[in-house]
């Protein structure tokens, strides 16, 4: 029944879908010699973008959950800003493609698949209404006698069998052809169940990095300038060269244990993100990053520590990447909030091509984003631009910090 429903519903989108990108096309091209001709032709091209989020939703109705929507969340709301921005997005081209095969062949599979039942019901009853009034007419053929009738239904009830198989059949076609075309890839999704534990194990890990920063700081941190101290005024008052010489080198040593010291504190959590927050952050990483990065983030007040500590890795990975995949000469970052979700793009101009299954930078990039209820997404078309993408859900913490 849940295959019928799927097939009976994708005969209807399929046929309203062609009749109305017949429309846009007829008056596009009617109106083509005008300006105002590109209007109907875009929102033709375009018509795979609403045909993809109700296919989407339609896998309900298999008992399977939605897809979330593998577009872009907008920073702006303008109609020109919405049809560049989806115009230029590979899934809008795989949604296109997928409603093309719908109005020109899909539905009509799906209307075969929901009228063969129907008409071998009819035939079903041939008997009863045999039985009623006599010999009958069913579908162009008469049934003179109740042993016609009783063959017609018995081919009947076969029918109905071969077509739920066939209903089920195409329903998995249709699937997989959702899935692969229509959905995002895998690793973009996150598992719901387990990100409430994956959040509260991560909070659990701040709460421990900020002890041992502290630790660090307060206590090794201190001892070794100290020591280093002592080190010096012993330098210092010893006259004898090789003496001087091994205390020169261990005062050397305990400066460099100092350094590295600082450095892995950095490298837990900087401080800045601490201080500062997450634009000051990520500018003080693109300041120390080997080519010239543009920085944006419009991020009013403070994030929840957990968010800007996910946001902050996440770009430095994706960074990273850049520096040693992309051969890129430019590369950027910006950071918006829109409806309580932090979205954060890093994109570079490098030679693209990024394949998440041999870099396991992006997935643990997604896997650590998917801790707090967010996604990754990238687009990286063979010559480039490749723009990274997270979306992480989020709350400021102070209006005003």
Request: aromatic fraction near 4%; charged fraction near 20%; hydrophobic fraction near 50%.
């Amino acid at each position: 029944m849940r295959a019928w429903a799927y097939a009976a519903t994708g005969a209807l989108l399929g046929g309203g879908t062609m009749a109305i990108v017949l429309i846009f096309v007829l008056v596009g091209v009617t109106l083509a010699p005008f300006v105002i001709g590109f209007v109907p032709l875009t929102a033709a091209g375009l018509a795979g973008i609403p045909v993809g989020a109700i296919e989407r939703r339609r896998l309900r109705l298999l008992g399977l959950p939605a897809h979330p929507s593998p577009h872009r969340i907008l920073r702006g709301t303008g109609p020109v800003a919405w049809t560049g921005t989806r115009l230029r997005e590979s899934v809008s081209w795989r949604e296109l493609g997928y409603t093309m095969a719908l109005i020109t062949g899909l539905w009509l599979l799906d209307y075969v698949v929901a009228a063969v039942p129907l008409v071998c019901l009819v035939c079903l009853a041939a008997p009863v209404v045999y039985l009623v009034s006599g010999p009958v007419d069913v579908l162009g053929s008469h049934l003179a006698t109740l042993a016609d009738s009783l063959l017609v239904a018995g081919f009947a009830g076969l029918g109905l069998v071969a077509a739920a198989y066939l209903a089920v059949a195409v329903a998995s076609m249709r699937v997989l052809i959702v899935q692969a075309l229509l959905a995002a890839p895998p690793y973009e999704v996150p598992d719901m169940e387990t990100v409430g534990s994956s959040g509260r194990l991560l909070d659990a890990f701040d709460a421990e990095r900020r002890r041992i920063e502290r630790d660090l700081h307060d206590g090794t941190q201190q001892r070794l300038v100290a020591l280093g101290v002592m080190l010096d005024m012993a330098r210092m008052n010893v006259e004898e060269p090789e003496l001087r010489s091994l205390l020169t080198r261990a005062h050397r040593e305990t400066i460099t244990t100092l350094e590295e010291l600082r450095e892995l504190v950095r490298g837990i959590h900087p401080r800045v993100l601490t201080e500062r927050g997450l634009p000051e952050a990520v500018s003080e990483l693109a300041r120390a990053h080997p080519m010239r990065i543009r920085v944006k983030i419009n991020v009013p007040g403070r994030l929840v520590p957990s968010v800007e500590s996910t946001a902050y890795f996440m770009v430095s990975e994706a960074l990273a990447n850049v520096a040693k995949h992309a051969e890129a000469s430019d590369c950027w970052v910006s950071g918006w909030i829109v409806h309580d979700m932090l979205i954060l793009e890093v994109g570079d101009s490098g030679r693209g091509g990024l394949d998440s299954r041999a870099d396991g930078g992006v997935q643990g990039m997604a896997d650590r984003v998917a801790a707090v209820g967010g996604q990754v997404k990238f687009t990286s078309p063979g010559g480039g631009p490749t723009i990274v993408r997270a979306e992480i859900p989020c709350l400021p913490q102070t209006a005003t910090a």
